[in-house]
């Protein structure tokens, strides 16, 4: 009884392993590929539960979903002679699994395999373009003509590739920093221009600010001198009109300046005169006449 038991149990695990091994469940983000002995036999789109010969026949699942790609940063020449480090990237979804299966057999060997073919597609149409042509509008319709190119090679991979990026597109390194030197002499040029034309500007105001001056300070002069002469004229109109009614008042006042001029705190020059002189006159005597002490009546 505990054999048949046994042999019952025995063959049991054994139906189990071979129904589990004759069982597989494709999800919805997979597809698969059913090989026999190494050989590829059906392909399976359709997500559920499918059968396959145990232990004879085995499954190799594949992505439904797209698959990114990143191509290794490259150097390209464009057609002005102008190098970029090129960093892409590109999404592709495998839409054949046996051609994939037979091309490539795994992501990774797909994943090396478009990289050449991105890169290599990269060179060759970048290669025609100019820096503008990447940076304008036109970038679009020139990733859809690397898209397209890159399609060709990767259809007989059993891979549709989605699209194609350019994550980056900037200069090496050591462009940079020319270029970088190049725009800085440049500035320093045009600052060194600007200050001189600066330089110039301001000579031209000063000269001609100056020359303004000039002019203002000689007509300011030439009126004051008119006005001056106007003055002293009348002055002496005045002076002359007055002195002509009376001349003993004239030389009371002439004598009155010379003694302010002559007599000073400051004046150093000795003078050695006769208490006598005629320079005196006007001290002994208010009418400078001697022996007279009181101005005549009028005065």
């Known amino acids: 009884m505990n054999r048949t038991l046994a042999i019952i149990g025995v063959v049991v695990i054994l139906l189990g392993i071979v129904a589990v091994n004759s069982m597989f469940i494709v999800s919805q983000t997979q597809q698969a590929l059913v090989l026999r002995l190494g050989e590829p036999r059906r392909q399976i789109q359709d997500p559920g539960l499918q059968l396959k010969i145990p232990f004879i026949e085995d499954a190799v699942f594949y992505e439904r979903r797209a698959l990114d790609v990143d191509p290794p ?3 390209v020449i464009l057609s002005d002679q102008k190098r970029l480090d090129v960093d892409s990237y590109a999404r592709y979804r495998i839409v054949d699994p046996l051609l994939f299966f037979q091309a490539v057999r795994t992501e990774r060997e ?4 478009l990289s050449a073919i991105i890169n290599s597609s990269l060179r060759r149409v970048l290669g025609s373009q100019t820096l503008f042509d ?5 970038r679009v319709g020139i990733m859809a003509n690397i898209r397209s190119e890159v399609n060709g090679p990767a259809q007989r991979l059993g891979i549709e590739i989605i699209e194609v990026r350019l994550r980056r597109a900037d200069y090496p390194d050591e462009t940079r920093e020319n270029i ?3 725009m800085k002499s440049e500035r320093e040029r045009e600052a060194k221009e ?3 034309q600066g330089f110039e500007q301001a000579q031209k105001i000063r000269a001609d600010a100056d020359k303004q001056r000039v002019v203002i300070v000689a007509e300011a002069q030439k009126q004051a001198e008119t006005l001056r002469g106007q003055g002293d004229g009348e002055a002496i109109k005045i002076y002359a009109d007055a002195f002509g009614k009376d001349p003993s008042f004239f030389s009371f006042y ?4 010379a003694y302010r001029t002559a007599i000073t705190d400051s004046d150093t020059t000795t003078m050695v005169l006769s208490p006598d002189s005629d ?3 006007y001290f002994n005597s208010m009418t400078g006449q ?3 002490e009181t101005p005549p009546a009028g005065q």
């Open 134 to 138: 990447i940076l304008s509008e036109k």
């Open 279 to 281: 320079f005196f006159r």
């Open 110 to 113: 797909a994943r090396a395999r």
């Open 290 to 292: 001697p022996g007279s």
């Open 254 to 257: 002439r004598s009155m300046q």
């Open 194 to 196: 600007f200050r001189a």
């Open 180 to 182: 970088y030197n190049r």
């Open 73 to 75: 940063k490259q150097q």
